[in-house]
């Protein structure tokens, strides 16, 4: 039996305890819990769990109390961090929901704390792990292209509208879609290219497409636009665009924000890789359906390699020789395959019989990043990345 203590039970971790730690060790409980929204967590909570499950004010408490085997948090981005560093101070192996900060005193704070901290984090990077990732870093790693120097990665989001009409849409806690999303790609491109990202430029598109001013507070059944809006839920279900179908807030409100503080449409990056390669990375949030598409191509002299967690295929083209080759990876596991693998991570942390592939350090690091691209695209020129280690 593994007792784990949750901060913050929302629609993720559940998700993660339910379908991933469980059905890889039927033997996980929640025994304690910290979050205000008692009620709701309840819901969701599983029916072993609810009867034993005890709601706590504050990490110490549920530490002190419940004596779980290893903590998990789940918030929404902005408290990652502050609960963090209360957890840095016990030897419990903890899984931290991505991104680890969002704010470059709380990068900066988080750093000193696990610093001297046994705490053992499992960053929540589904992509890193993932099986298409890791089969490509091994056929990296056996040469398939020499030194890489050049990538190009694509980041298509199908599910964008999320961003607009879901708490995401909030600027204090999320911060913008680099800290969002790119913090993901970011962090297994550094893994890809074997070398950290140095320097970024960036820029980003806001206002094209979500975002407006439709009134505060509107919602789709409160709007006398729903025949013709292409987001209403009748029009999304008509048209199997996707999102949610049922009644949403506004992806055209006042509410999703104004400037720098609404989240962007579409925002792209040029990155400069420590050993002087460099590459692109893109991302697109207003793509649909069929337009789904993430993944990268890594180059070197010696040959191409690219991948796309979509269509679920892999792709090695020799350079000086006439062969190519495309594999395919099996389907259906959720974030490709990833949320499985970082399960298999944590129990093993937990047990004691693993280590984690993305450190506290990865989750850090790659906040470094976003919060480079961040200001390049606020300032309109290059930005240095700050490095784990280097204050
Ligand atoms: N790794 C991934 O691929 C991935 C995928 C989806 C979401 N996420 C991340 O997961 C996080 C949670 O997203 P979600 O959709 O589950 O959100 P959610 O709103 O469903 O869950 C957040 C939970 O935190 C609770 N909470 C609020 N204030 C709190 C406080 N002061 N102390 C403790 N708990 C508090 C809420 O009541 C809620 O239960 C986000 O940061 C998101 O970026 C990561």
Redesign the pocket.
């Known amino acids: 039996m593994i007792r784990l203590g949750v ?8 998700g993660i305890i339910d379908h991933v730690l469980r059905r890889l060790d039927p033997g996980v409980r929640v025994v304690g819990v ?4 008692e009620a ?2 309840r819901k ?1 909570l599983a029916e072993g769990d609810r009867q034993e499950a005890v709601f706590y004010k504050s990490v110490a408490e549920l530490v002190r109390r419940a004596k779980p085997d290893a903590l998990a948090i ?4 902005n ?2 961090t502050p ?1 963090a560093i209360q957890v840095a101070r016990y030897d419990l192996p903890l899984f931290l ?3 680890v900060a969002v704010t470059m005193k709380q990068a900066a704070d988080l750093e000193k704390a696990f610093s001297k901290s046994r705490c053992q984090v499992v960053v ?3 992509l890193r792990v993932s099986p298409l990732c890791e089969l490509a870093r091994r056929y990296l790693q056996e040469g398939a292209i020499g030194n890489p120097v050049h990538v190009a990665a694509v980041n298509y989001v199908p599910y964008g509208t999320v961003y607009w009409e ?3 849409r909030d600027y204090q806690i ?1 911060r913008g879609l680099f800290l ?1 999303k790119a913090t ?1 790609d970011f962090d297994y491109l550094a893994y890809l290219m074997g070398t950290p990202i140095a320097r970024i430029a960036a820029t980003a598109t806001r206002g094209h497409v979500f975002g407006g001013k439709k009134k505060a507070g509107l919602v789709c059944s409160r709007c006398g636009e729903q025949e013709t809006c292409l987001e209403s839920p009748q029009n999304r279900r008509r048209n199997q665009s996707g999102g949610t179908c049922s009644d949403h807030p506004c992806v055209y409100s006042v509410d999703c924000g104004e400037g720098h503080q609404l989240n962007e449409d579409c925002s792209s990056t040029l990155l400069e890789f420590a050993s002087g390669a460099h590459g692109v990375y893109t991302q697109v949030f207003y793509s649909r359906r069929d337009a789904a598409s993430r993944g990268a191509t890594l180059s070197g002299y010696a040959g191409t390699l690219s991948f796309d967690w979509y269509t679920n295929e892999l792709k090695r083209v020799r350079h000086h020789a006439p062969f190519s080759a495309v594999e395919r990876a099996g389907e259906g596991a959720s ?1 490709f395959g990833g ?1 499985l693998e970082l399960g298999e991570d944590f129990l093993g942390v937990v047990k004691g019989t693993r280590a984690s592939r993305t450190p506290i350090q990865a989750g850090i690091q790659s906040v470094y990043a976003c919060l480079a691209a961040k200001e390049s695209a606020e300032k309109g020129r290059f930005v240095k990345v700050r490095q784990v280690g280097q204050a």
Do not use: M, N, W
């Open positions: 901060i913050g039970y929302g629609g993720r971790i559940h910290v979050d205000p929204d709701g967590t969701r789940g918030t929404r981005c408290l990652h609960y929901e991505k991104p929540s990077f589904p879901a708490p995401y999320t969002q993901h974030h949320d």
